[in-house]
Nanobody, 126 residues
Framework: QLPLVESGGGLVQPGGSLRLSCAAS????????IAWFRQAPGKEREGISC????????KYADSVKGRFIISRDNAKSTMTLQMNSLRPEDTAVYYC???????????????????WGKGTLVTVSS
């Protein structure tokens, strides 16, 4: 059983919104940098956003900048990715990943992150 669980995926029309959540099974994510990746059919998995342990530093890939919002509430141990203005090219399996070794006030996304979820499918289609 993978230690992270994503939820909130589904079918949405172009221009619509979805909110993804990432939760941990059996431990708190408060001391982890969080990242979101996605993998479209026939393409490599790509990092699209990350948020530092403190929440003070956030990074987005150009493909989602201005449309997606990553956030965390350490008091509630909730990690979310708000996706707005969705496009057909956003169709992919979305994964969250967590990493404890990153420093508190910065973040990056890379394939060797410590924990992963199994992903949630987002389909953008009319």
């Amino acid at each position: 059983q993978l230690p992270l669980v994503e939820s909130g995926g589904g079918l949405v029309q172009p221009g619509g919104s979805l909110r993804l959540s990432c939760a941990a099974s059996g431990f708190s994510l408060n001391d982890y940098a969080i990242a979101w990746f996605r993998q479209a059919p026939g393409k490599e998995r790509e990092g699209i956003s990350c948020i530092s342990k403190s929440g003070a530093f956030i990074k987005y890939a150009d493909s989602v900048k201005g449309r997606f919002i990553i956030s965390r509430d350490n008091a509630k141990s909730t990690m979310t990715l708000q996706m707005n203005s969705l496009r057909p090219e956003d169709t992919a399996v979305y994964y969250c990943a967590a990493d404890r070794i990153q420093s508190r006030n910065t973040c990056t996304y890379y394939y060797g992150m410590e924990y992963w979820g199994k992903g949630t499918l987002v389909t953008v289609s009319s």
